[in-house]
């Protein structure tokens, strides 16, 4: 009820406010969304068409919030930077991808292409370094639930902001047609977060 009633007089106001986020990689525990609590919370968010944005960094984090779905299967849930494929050890795809691949099975999840340089944990990324996993989304995800994210200014850890949106651009012209390039860099997000 309080919940409701913040959500209601401090931020619903606000039209600037479009989602919601928790860093969730900062809690000790990968299950934290699972408390009652933070259901009932995310549940609340459902029920006025607001988006969760799943900042998460261990394949445990896909399998809670699989389990999240189940529980509230009317919220829309976007995976910040891919939820960190496994592009430092060169897998392809292995748990991460068969838990992605799960959640892709499900509407209500979509992918952000975002956040891919700093985990790379290379200085000079390329676009080769993060295709097979790009690639990997937008054929599981589909063209109509992936989408770009700045991830200003922590990119800058990995390069400048120019390298990080040339990097992307050079890749997504390689692998998708302008009218798919148009759904991926802005129609998605504007109808994601009801823009």
């Known amino acids: 009820e309080q919940t409701q009633t913040v959500l209601q007089d401090k931020y619903l106001q ?16 990968p299950k934290w969304l699972l408390q009652e609590p933070v259901i009932e919370s995310l549940g609340i968010l459902a029920s006025h068409d607001l988006p969760f944005d799943v900042v998460g960094v261990l ?14 299967p009317s919220l829309r849930m976007v995976f910040d930077h891919l939820n960190h494929p496994p592009i ?13 691949q799960e ?3 499900r509407p209500n999840f979509y992918a952000k292409i975002s956040g891919l340089g700093t985990v790379t ?15 990997f989304v937008l054929e599981k995800f589909g063209e109509d639930r992936c989408f ?4 200003w200014p922590v990119s800058l850890l990995a390069g400048s902001y120019t390298h990080t949106w040339t990097v992307y651009k050079d890749l997504l012209s390689s692998l998708l047609n302008e009218a798919q390039r148009k759904k991926v860099y802005a129609e998605n997000a504007t109808a994601f977060y009801q823009l």
Not at 88 to 100: A, D
Not at 148 to 151: H, I, L, R
Request: contains cysteine; glycine residues 10%.
């Open 88 to 100: 430092v050890v060169g897998e392809k795809f292995g748990r991460w991808g068969s838990l992605m």
């Open 14 to 29: 606000n039209r600037y406010f479009k989602g919601m986020r928790h860093l969730i990689h900062d809690e000790k525990d």
């Open 121 to 135: 944990k290379k200085a000079d990324w390329t676009a080769e370094d993060i295709k097979p996993y790009v690639s």
């Open 148 to 151: 770009c994210g700045g991830d």
């Open 59 to 72: 394949p445990q984090h896909i399998e809670t919030v699989l389990e999240v779905a189940e529980k509230v």
């Open 103 to 105: 959640a892709a099975w």
